[in-house]
């Protein structure tokens, strides 16, 4: 039987922000071949390139739906390929902001047609291997005079699918949209026109899929005290959420994944209105890994429904959060309106000199969602987090009852916890690993030393990226060294001293099969 449903659509106006709270214990990611999530920027390519398998390791693949050939890449100011008309040329992906210094965003397009007919409309296809839960892309579409309408065909099961055309309800010309849905696992998804010409882009795709099981799982335990000062939070578990996964090597920067000022709207949260399922005046607390390190989101959404109808109620927040453990490399990275930009209303960010303690205070306008991120927790950690007064203002509330009227803990397994939301009444945030979680000598793949220059090299390597961010002790000649795991590797440098040869050996975990020696030249 088949079941049509309506493809997921909004026109995006909002501010968003996100933040993870990890606690104590060590780490131990899940290095699944496929990640959980992905954004695809086509970074890479250049233009004119065809688009294929070149994003096998996410999980996507590129191809034309109507007969052989493949998608193409284009650039912002790039030439007008497929874009050009009779009143001038059009420019690819125009508004399209990139997030990374010196990192320019691309997009794809249909291949010029026989006889270098830039007209001829040529369906794009998305195939998603594993099939993915939820998807988003923006489609810009430069000379929008109401009869370019595309579509989107998105394949839950053959025959079943969903259709959905463009709208744009702000009634602007050449801006991006975007469609997602969240409740089927999709196999593909195509790119189709209503009429036989379209000149279209399509840019800033977003994949995530359901977790799956691991040999070793990383969970968070979520306490919350019963009252302001109780700390009695042993006594009050209320159960463990899942992070979102991705290897090292695919996982996305932090910039992408808030996608501040994305496809030239104000502001965009992109894939996270699915993947954490924002829901309106509640605050949301996230945890997933980015190319920063596991990143910490606190998310808090929009008061009310902007761009097409809804009303708009302003929102103030301000939070503490305590962090334990290593703290040196925990770093800001998602700051949304600082100092009052643009729909934010005097936000400001402030991270203790020994990164102890993190304060935020925010404030947005109706029609926009704000909030912050703090990247690289790794290691022995532990946070607690609560609204409460930061500014020292008795007369401002740590939230403001109409602007945030819940809060939750997300999980990639689609189960959040739900935290009473009381000023001062503090939440902890603790790892518990699943599986043994300690590095062994069976998870070492090497050890290599080498001494030049009067310094002594060392690299490990393991079999996975399991332990991203837990410690390894080596010893270099009598000098032991702790270093952290990035990924599946982690790397040590010492003086040789004035020993022409330097033991060198993993001390934790104590493997004895990997002693080594670097030669130095006297």
Request: some cysteine; glycine content about 12%.
């Amino acid at each position: 039987m088949s079941h049509p449903r309506n493809l997921f659509f909004r026109s995006v106006r909002v501010r968003a922000l996100m933040l993870v709270l990890v606690g104590a214990g060590a780490t131990c990611p899940i290095a699944a071949q496929i990640p959980e999530y992905a954004r695809i920027n086509f970074q890479e390519l250049t233009e004119g390139d065809s688009i294929t398998d070149q994003y096998a390791a996410f999980g996507v693949y590129f191809s034309l739906a109507d007969g052989p050939g493949a998608p193409i890449a284009v650039a912002e100011g790039s030439p007008a390929v497929a874009f050009t008309g009779p009143d001038g040329d059009d420019t690819p992906i125009k508004g399209l902001m990139t997030c990374e210094e010196g990192v320019v965003d691309h997009g794809l397009t249909d291949p010029v047609g026989d006889g270098g007919d830039v007209f001829a409309f040529r369906p794009i296809r998305i195939t998603f291997d594993p099939p993915a839960r939820g998807f988003r892309f923006w489609v810009h579409i430069p000379d929008e005079d109401g009869h370019e309408l595309p579509q989107v065909r998105a394949y839950y099961s053959d025959p079943e699918q969903s259709v959905q055309s463009h709208k744009d309800c702000t009634g602007r010309n050449g801006k991006f949209t975007q469609w997602a849905d969240d409740h089927e696992p999709f196999t593909r998804v195509e790119l189709t026109s209503s009429r036989g010409s379209l000149g279209f882009s399509l840019g800033a795709l977003s994949v995530f899929r359901d977790p799956q099981p691991q040999p070793v799982e990383f969970f968070i335990q979520v306490a919350q005290e019963s009252a302001p000062g109780a700390d009695d939070f042993d006594a009050n578990v209320l159960g463990l959420v899942r992070p979102w996964r991705s290897p090292p090597l695919t996982a996305p920067s932090v910039c992408h994944l808030y996608s501040y000022g994305s496809g030239g709207n104000a502001v965009s949260y992109g894939e996270f209105q699915e993947m954490l399922d924002l829901q309106k005046t509640r605050t949301t607390l996230a945890f997933l890994d980015a190319r920063e390190g596991l990143t910490a989101l606190v998310v808090h959404n929009r008061a009310g429904q902007c761009g097409c109808s809804g009303e708009a109620v302003d929102g103030t927040a301000q939070m503490r959060l305590t962090f334990a453990g290593d703290t040196q490399g925990l770093e800001n990275t998602i700051q949304d309106g600082p100092h009052g930009q643009e729909g934010d209303i005097g936000d400001q960010y402030f991270f203790a000199e020994d990164r102890r303690e993190f304060t935020a205070q925010n404030g947005w306008e109706g029609c926009n969602t704000d909030g912050f991120g703090i990247s690289g927790l790794a290691g022995d950690w532990g946070v607690t987090a609560a609204f409460t007064d930061v500014d020292g203002d008795g007369s401002s509330p740590p939230f403001d009852p109409a602007g945030v009227t819940s809060w939750v803990v997300a999980s990639s397994d689609g189960l959040p916890l739900e935290l009473a939301l009381e000023a001062d009444r503090r939440v902890r945030l603790s790892s518990v690993c699943v599986g043994g979680c300690e590095v062994g000598c069976a998870d070492v793949a090497s050890l290599k030393a080498r001494c030049k220059s009067g310094e002594v090299k060392v690299k490990l390597r393991l079999v996975n990226a399991l332990f991203d961010g837990q410690r390894v002790r080596i010893r270099i000649g009598e000098t032991e060294h702790v270093t952290r795991i990035r990924g599946d590797r982690a790397k040590v440098r010492s003086d040789s001293g004035d020993s022409g040869q330097v033991p060198v050996s993993l001390v934790e975990p104590d493997c004895p099969a990997f002693d080594r020696t670097a030669r130095c030249r006297e």
